[in-house]
């Protein structure tokens, strides 16, 4: 496996990655470390970059905008889920590396394609309402039916929304239910804005809705309720 | 280039109707609303000799549960009457020769474009899947086991991926049984967590088909049904792909 003196200079994970692809990522220039790399773990990948479209990049600086006066937070977001964090130890208290790796085979699954090619979003949140936001590029790599963004890949896109907003609600909590209902289909390439807000807590439960709407407003192109669980650590 | 009848895939432009395919063969698909027979959609859908490189195919990564349960649905395939459905990189592979309908076809640059249950093309990272359809019973079974690059909670798949695994099966079955297209919805309710590098077999059945839309069901669980990992229904909306136009 080529750690440094790789032919692309890239982040470790990165090398792992779908073999051929066109261009290098902008984000590191140097060679990756041999060692566990916990500056590769820890680069935000929820921000601007070269692949994100002009109607991305706008979005984001409208929401970086209303983080100003505090209400609003953009949630960082990184590739891999360290093992070492105590949310982690808590709830899934086996949960190790893969033996003999220097670093984690494992990615979080919306950061596991190459920049540009398959999700491409940032979170924002809002703790006083509730809500959270994400602004979402779907790229080449989540195709469905011809042209179209895949209904698995917009599913996982709201299942990680509705997750991020029960998170910062309620605490560590997984996915019960999710019922999702499609109305327009989204041109791959596209950037659509999912809205999610908690609806109701009752004890555990968590009840989190959110819609896919296109920049303009003027499409809704699905809308999911869902229901989310809060762990009890004794019990996973 | 042509080599026999409507069966050959021509690869070399996807825009271009197969040369020398009988003028009334597209008339014939498109006769009755919805007529294609589900044998004549999947005859289309499993060409051979494609030259493409089918993905649903063990490889190296597969876990021995995942081999021996294909072997065991291959062998079903010479005498129950089932089919393994072949699984390329982009979905205009699948349907070569065809369209979305007027309105829905989205023109661009489509050579970088992969299905998304083929975005992760190293071996055992990503989805390892095959889809088994059953044309007379409209039934399919995917085995899926999911790769370290689909984690969600650790050690875990991510939620989304087993969605998109449902979506997927839900998609070519829909598909092939009723000209299924556009997913219209899903309903997913969780279990249990599906573990990284296992295999989860997904049982879908078709429960009816009206007013246009398919309507299936799904249960994805370990091969020994002890642990259910999830329930899901899903509903597709019917849509006659159409001929592309001759150069």
Partial sequence: MLRSGALRLCPPGALRGPRGSASPPARESRPPPRSFASEAIRVDLSLPNPSWS???????????????????????????????????????????????????QAQLFPRSLEEGRGF????????????TVCIFQGG???????????????????????????????????TANLNINFRRPIP????????????????????????VQSVDGKTLHSEATSLFVKLNPKKV | MLRRGFQVAGRLSQHRVLPGVPQVLPRLILTSTFGSSTDSLVSRFCLEKTGLKDYALPNASWCPDMLSLYHELQEKTKTDGWVKLPSFKSNRDHIQGLKLPLGLAVPSDERDWRIFTRCIQVEGQGYEYVIFFHPSKKKSICLFQPGPYLEGAPGFAHGGSLAAMMDETFSKTAYLAGQGLLTVSLSIRFKHLIPVGSLAVLNVDVEKIEDQKVYM???????????????????????QLENESPQ
């Avoid at chain 1, 984001?60 to 590739?79: A, C, H, I, N, V």
């Avoid at chain 2, 069901?217 to 849509?239: E, N, P």
């Fill in chain 1, 54 to 104: 002009k109607d991305m990049r706008l979005l984001f600086d409208q929401f970086m905008k209303k983080t100003e006066d505090g209400s609003w937070k953009r949630l960082p977001s990184y590739k891999y889920v360290s093992p070492q964090s105590t949310e982690v130890k808590t709830f899934f208290p086996d949960a190790k590396p893969v033996k003999g790796a220097d670093m984690p």
């Fill in chain 2, 217 to 239: 069901s799904c249960i994805a669980q370990s091969r020994d049904q002890q642990t259910v990992y999830a329930k899901c229904s899903g509903v597709f909306l019917q849509l």
């Fill in chain 1, 140 to 174: 080449p790599y989540l195709q469905g039916a011809s042209g179209f963004l895949h209904g698995g890949a917009i599913a996982t896109m709201m299942d990680s929304t509705l997750g991020a907003c029960a998170l910062r609600a309620g605490g560590v909590a997984m």
């Fill in chain 1, 188 to 211: 791959l390439c596209s950037v659509v804005v999912i809205n999610s807000q908690l609806d109701k807590v009752e004890g555990r439960k968590l009840f989190v809705s959110c819609n």
């Fill in chain 1, 120 to 131: 491409e979003y940032a979170m924002f949140h809002n703790h006083v309402e509730n809500r």
